[in-house]
């Protein structure tokens, strides 16, 4: 199986319109995931209290429940032991 983009990058790493190329683009994300996803790194855990914490006065919590939820769903991110959320690579 081979995987094409449509709009390939040149060899600097940016596209033609000049924006760097991204298989992971959290442009499309709704604000919230966005929000949360902004906040989640690849190589350390962040524990749902912090997080809940973190976004106190701009996310309540079933916004962020939903958002992990969703964002967990679409594999961009994943769930450790002690709820302990990580970005997925």
């Known amino acids: 199986m081979r995987l094409e983009l449509e709009n390939a990058a040149s060899p600097g790493g940016e596209s033609s319109s ?3 190329a991204s298989l992971f683009d959290d442009g499309n994300l709704p604000p919230t995931e966005r929000l949360v996803f902004s906040l989640l790194r ?5 524990q749902l209290d912090d997080l809940i914490e973190q976004l106190d006065g701009q996310l309540q919590s079933p916004e962020i429940f ?15 032991p002690g709820k302990n959320y990580v970005r997925t690579f």
């Open 18 to 20: 000049g924006t760097i």
């Open 42 to 46: 690849a190589d350390e855990s962040l």
């Open 66 to 80: 939903t958002a992990l939820f969703e964002l967990e769903l679409a594999g961009r991110i994943r769930q450790m």
